[in-house]
């Protein structure tokens, strides 16, 4: 993945009733669509961004144009161990994985 493209960064926003939400953003500061490839970046160049501050993390935009699939598994953390039946979904695919901000 890294050595592809399609990176952003993002940044916790209050939106709406006050629910934070990730918005994304590219390496230049301006706010980033991540449907439209000229917004993305290579990794290199947002974990730089992400490295001198303001944002609070780095994201992977998914295209139909790559062999990339994402899966989120939600709720599947219990006293900070990864439920059972979320670790046989996941022993299923030759996989990254990672715990989202919300640490669920």
């Not at 944002?55 to 953390?77: A, E, H, K, Q, T």
Request: hydrophobic letters at 35%.
């Amino acid at each position: 993945m890294r050595t592809v493209t399609q990176w952003v960064l993002w940044k916790f926003e209050k939106r709406g009733k006050g629910k934070p939400t990730k918005v994304p953003y590219q390496a230049n500061g301006q706010k980033a669509s991540t449907v439209d490839p000229s917004h993305w970046t290579t990794f290199e160049t947002a974990l730089s961004a992400f490295h001198r501050g303001g944002y609070s993390g780095i994201g992977f935009c998914f295209s139909s144009s790559d062999y990339f699939v994402g899966i989120y598994i939600d709720d599947c953390i219990v006293d900070g161990q990864v439920c059972d039946w979320a670790l046989d979904i996941l022993s299923e695919f030759d996989t990254y994985a990672e715990f989202s901000p919300s640490g669920n």
